[in-house]
């Protein structure tokens, strides 16, 4: 279960760090997995512990979150340097 606690806390601190949205999170999740990824599985995985609708964080997608993120900027970087 404590795995389980810091993986949502990275996925909480990618949010909070970068102003995205749940539903921008499960798209860029989506964009670099290749898989599918629904806003309510995201909702699902940072919901509070005690909830029924509470599901698992896979590590993954915490990866995959973060890897985007780092696209994402890279190229907001690149951008900035050609103009």
């Known amino acids: 279960m404590a795995r389980s606690a810091a993986i949502i806390e ?3 601190a990618e949010q909070a760090e970068n102003p995205i949205t749940q539903a921008k999170s499960a798209e860029l999740i989506g964009a670099v997995t290749g898989r599918p ?3 309510r599985t995201v909702r699902s995985w940072i919901n509070d512990p005690e909830k029924a609708s509470t599901s698992p964080c896979p590590d993954w997608a915490v990866a995959a979150l973060e890897k985007a993120i780092t696209y994402m900027q ?3 970087a690149q951008r900035d340097r050609q103009e």
């Open 10 to 12: 990275r996925l909480k």
């Open 37 to 39: 990824c629904a806003v």
């Open 74 to 76: 890279r190229a907001l």
